[in-house]
């Protein structure tokens, strides 16, 4: 509910002009009586948006009332008649009805858009996954395409109205999706304004090279609550397709020759179980969830010691259907060429250097998901080996085609960074560098993140201006990718490298593009047999 002041101005035939002050647009008073003077009064009377009368006049006396979205209030006040009036020093009580309409006489509510109103030709990001594109602003309306998170729009249009679907309240727009020039309506609720960092700049934006200033602001961690779950692989996904990423978790104790997968979605500050459902493998030591605009569903892929289990989440059945195996752990899939899903891997080469480095090839192949098969096409391999450590695939260069994003090391180390992409059907590589993290060891985790509007490589670890130092913060390390150079730009600490809560701490990814810090930090309690889960905020 929502006071506010209004200020009646009165009006007569020989006397100034009427005025009411209101934030709710547009407004109409009535009173309610035969009073000639009343009578005479304008109707609908005119709003002053700036807060003063716009003609001179007396007046004493207030009006307060209440405005609350869809209803009609009575209000009662009172006020002094001044001037060339017949009613002169006499108090006037009065009644009025005030009634925001849209147009014509009818009440308006009061619209909440949590993620704003979006304009012409504003650029915007999509916030969800498989998001339906129709050829009208309705339910009703054909599907044209679904698309993925992160997809790039231009509004052309926006609806008259605010829609109601479910809980959700938003407008509809027309777009044009950037890739494909494909345009069609989507509903505002999946849509996320990409800010101009050159009127809105990020605290991190531009290239600044390390080292950092002494002030390098440090990280937050907002307590949101717990999980009752046991010890776990996490990851995060939208695998019931309804817009909402979920929290998923896959017990490491298994009951028979399964594991469980259990999903939760957030909502503030609480946890609600969406799903579980039985996992059939030997074992899990990591869980991917991959969406792409081609796929009829999300992949899930969970990846033990030397192989890969591929499974798409049927909701009707409440089950997970297995739909192809890959002898390898190290598995992504990514949108090399910029036009589809390759599905990218490393097979491990049998005979190790010389200083027993365990090598690998990286092999990449066009996708196909559908009729719940995956087919692959021609193989691109690169040439050379790779001690691979761990294998993403993002955009990290902004052309529209995703790079195959590796960290590299020696037998017990890490640190190292190779990127590849596919330059004339040719896997090639195009950075390699290196970060001066502690004793050479590896990254905790490693993701490609879209901040501001920029994709960023974001890495968990240890300080990189004090890589031989023990007593080094673990933190996130923010780089960017520009001239074909890898530059680091900030680091955010969030702990000592020594504290005990390293050991049973999970950092996953989560609301990437939309949040600024779309991470959060899941802290396994032995004690209680729960996770305490925390949102990441800049401090």
Known sequence: MVARF???????????????????????????????????????????RTGKPLSPGKRK???????????IKIIVGTFFCKGNCAMRNKRLFYLA???????????????????????????????????????????????????????????????????????MQNYWYRIRIEESGLEGWMYGQYLQKIQDTAQNPSQDAGIQPIPFPADTPGIVLRELGTLDHGPSICATGDLDQNGKEEIILVSTEKQGRACTLTGYEVSQK????????????????????????????????????????????ESTKSMLRLVYKLNSAMVTIGRLDGNGPYLIW??????????????????????????????????????????LKKLISFDLDGDKK??????????????????????ANTLVRVL????????????????????????????????PTKGSDAATDFGFIWAVMENGLLHVTTFHPVNKMLDDVNNNRTVILFGNGIKEYPFLVLDYEQETSRYSVKEVILN
Not at 354 to 379: A, C, W, Y
Not at 436 to 459: C, D, E, H, T, Y
Request: net charge neutral.
């Open 346 to 387: 490393a097979r491990e080469n049998r005979v190790p250097d010389n200083d027993d480095t365990v090598t690998f090839q990286v092999h990449s192949e066009k996708m196909e998901f559908s009729s719940g098969r995956i087919k692959l096409g021609q193989p691109l391999t690169y040439e050379k080996p790779l001690p």
């Open 270 to 313: 609480s946890f609600k179980k969406i799903y579980s459902v039985n996992v059939r493998t030997t074992s899990i030591d990591k869980l991917q969830i991959f969406s792409d605009p081609s796929f009829a569903a999300p992949v899930v892929v969970a990846s033990g010691s030397d192989y890969s289990y591929f499974y798409t989440y």
């Open 61 to 71: 006396g207030k009006l307060f009332y209440k405005f609350q979205s869809g209803t």
């Open 432 to 463: 390699t560098t290196g970060l001066n993290i502690n004793s050479r060891s590896q990254f905790f985790s490693m993701w490609g993140v879209k901040s501001a509007g920029k994709p960023k490589l974001v890495i968990y670890s240890t300080d």
């Open 6 to 48: 209004v200020e009646i101005f009165r009006h007569h035939k020989n006397g100034p002009g009427t005025r009411v002050n209101a934030e709710f647009t547009p407004l109409t008073a009535f009173f309610l009586d035969d009073d000639p003077f009343h009578k005479s009064l304008r109707i609908p009377y005119e709003i002053n």
């Open 402 to 423: 995703d790079e195959i994003i590796a960290e590299i090391g020696g037998k017990d180390a890490g640190g190292g960074i190779v990127a590849l992409a596919v330059r």
């Open 97 to 167: 009805v005030i009634v925001c309409v849209p147009a014509l006489l009818f009440s308006q509510q009061l619209h909440v858009i949590p993620n704003g109103v979006l304009n012409k030709d504003d650029r915007a990001q999509v916030s969800g996954n498989y998001v339906r594109v129709r050829t009208g602003p309705t339910l009703e309306h054909r599907i044209l395409t679904k698309v993925s998170k992160e997809t790039e729009v231009t509004i052309l249009e926006r609806g008259e109205t605010v829609e109601h679907i479910s809980d």
